[in-house]
């Protein structure tokens, strides 16, 4: 499988005229291109252009309703439960952050639960919205089942990362991670790659642990059983149960509090997949003065990337800071995107009657490109 | 090494003396021992009896006040700044959870940040505060540097635990955990044993894995480096960044929030930790009805426990459920009291002219005794 570079600007145009296709207008389709050419700047491949087949077939299908409309269901100061009515997940999103941001505001904190949306992408893209403001954020989502609890062998929680963003110096925290040991994005490389999984990460039908992706892969598209381990393993000596108790907060923020479907439900559903957010901001300002925080959080992140390296180590990272190399290096160099990809835009240029090569000049088609076979 | 079992009550009524020994008043007193004999009833051995003798050489060394008051230095409706002057650890925090009940309860969030505190504890004994009284709580504190960040070698984050509450049924979800892969208490378990580690738990002074607890636990004391690795290990390929990330949320909402010492500082001071703490309580009817929110967790919790088991597994738990099975049998059957423990409180007993045997009636020191060496 090989790769070919793009401009962020090629992509740009071409995802505008994509979602404007879908019946998007001018501002949604900016906002969702937005989320996800994020996450190919960030590095954060699998969740970019990628995941443009997921969208595709989502509203092919009819599991993404593109002219829903999110509605307040329940407000208070500090909080509001909304209903995405199945529209795109990162317009609501988008939407629920800024609530929550706006609350923040005028009340210091503002906490957001979300129900029946769909994959938003990037958890960190929200997270940073509120940090971009100089808050505190926090995003979160469920999706389809593919964590395995400890001692389990049916996967009953999603991957459902949780993102956390807050203003620091030269650039903000960011941290944002699945908490499973790794997501399914990474199963499928290895799955492309022809390649054993690393041990510690999926469990077979059984739940054994496994390094057979096509095997684990397949189990969990026919819901055959297996998935990916929490992160900590899958054994109390490791801290499976840390990992899982994760992937339960990040289940009470979006799917508890608002009262929507949890992950073991989640896309077991003909007309919609049921996804849930969670999105909290708060104001440093409620707990003292925002400058002298930062500046006190910005010295502390400084310590930790000039403390001692391990033998062999050559950096220590603090979380956000790949994030702006990766993105500093995507602008000048350009954005790779793999050929198994290019095949899937093709597709869905034939789908919406765009003109692939006048948006990827000179690209051929490889012959041996495989579609990823998913639930979408 | 072995070990002794007494009732609650006979050590209740020992810890009241103690305390009150100590200059702490009736309730004060009954705070405390509340906080540390919840910890061995819900069968969490090591922050319990076993860590008596911390209290009693923090308060003998000067690092722990015992007439210190907390005081709120910065306050909004939705939150609090406290400085804990150094004072009794579980004093300051439960102080500082019922102010976040409190706001909870009229602001339907409140979030308390918490400097110059001392060990707390549990930090589930707060979250629970919480879901006593109907509340999503949250508790985390940090601690003495002992989390090796990803490809470094010297410890700068505590085992900075996060706790989250929430109430259910038939027993509420407690997710307690430290973010490093196991906490110091384990290392200690292990040295005294004489077994080597399990792998993917510690490191040695220049940043490699060891599985040597007493060179790892003596380098940890003189602090020459090495310590243990957060949740996922010491590689990114099992998730070394994501328990690290954790550990840096927990550092947020305690030392940084309220621009008190962070972990790499903690335990470095001749008159004080400087240990910090954050407290978050959130109302649930701020997203709906509250006992609807309830089911609505307690059916998922259900689901979670009955669905199909690993082979050769027996049981799923969801968390909090082994605190409730714990408290039943400690209640009915005893504490056990392990004789290295037993040892450190007849020297407390003397430090404090109480007399030993009047609460332990008929036991025996053992003349094999040994105190560990450790950093108070």
């Not at 399914?184 to 790659?193: A, D, S, T, V």
């Amino acid at each position: 499988m090989g790769y070919v570079k793009w401009s962020y600007s090629v992509l740009e145009h071409f995802c505008h005229d994509v979602f404007r296709a879908f019946g998007f207008d001018e501002t949604q389709s900016k906002e969702i291109e937005d989320v996800l050419l994020t996450a190919d700047l960030f590095g954060i491949e699998s969740h970019g252009m990628q995941r443009m087949v997921r969208y595709h077939k989502g509203i092919e299908k009819g599991t993404i309703h593109p002219l829903a409309k999110p509605e307040v269901v329940f407000e208070t100061p500090v909080s509001a439960v909304i209903d995405g009515h199945n529209g795109m997940g990162q317009l609501i999103s988008i939407y629920a952050m800024k609530k929550a941001i706006e609350k923040a505001k005028t009340s210091g904190i503002g906490m957001v639960s979300v129900r029946n949306s769909n994959h938003f992408g990037i958890a960190g893209y929200y997270a940073k919205m509120a940090s971009d403001e100089g808050l505190l954020g926090m995003a979160c989502t469920n999706s389809e089942a593919i964590m395995v609890p400890t001692f389990g062998k049916k996967a009953m929680l999603g991957s459902n990362p949780i993102a956390v963003a807050m203003p620091a110096e030269p650039y903000p925290f960011l941290f944002d991670c699945s908490t499973t040991v790794v997501t399914r994005g990474k199963l499928e490389m290895y799955n492309k790659m022809e390649k054993p999984l690393p041990e510690g990460w999926a469990l077979d039908k059984d739940g054994k642990e496994s390094t057979d992706a096509p095997d684990v892969l397949s189990n969990i598209v026919a819901k055959r059983g297996g998935g990916i381990m929490p992160l900590g393993g899958n054994k109390e000596v490791n801290g499976s149960h840390k990992g899982y108790g994760y992937g339960m907060l990040c289940e009470l923020f979006s799917s508890i509090l608002s009262q929507g479907v949890t992950s073991d439900k989640c896309c077991t559903f003909k007309d919609k997949t049921g996804i849930c957010h969670g999105f909290i901001a708060v104001n440093p300002a409620i707990f003292g003065n925002p400058e002298e925080i930062k500046r006190h959080f910005s010295e502390y992140l400084e310590a930790l990337r000039e403390s001692p390296k391990a033998d062999g180590a050559e950096r220590i990272y603090t979380h956000g800071e790949k994030e702006v190399l990766a993105k500093k290096d995507r602008l000048e160099n350009g954005i790779q995107v793999n050929d198994n990809t290019m095949a899937e835009l093709a597709n869905l240029c034939e789908y919406l009657k765009l003109d692939f090569n006048s948006y990827f000049k000179g690209y051929q088609l490889q012959k041996d490109s495989k579609f990823f076979e998913g639930n979408y």
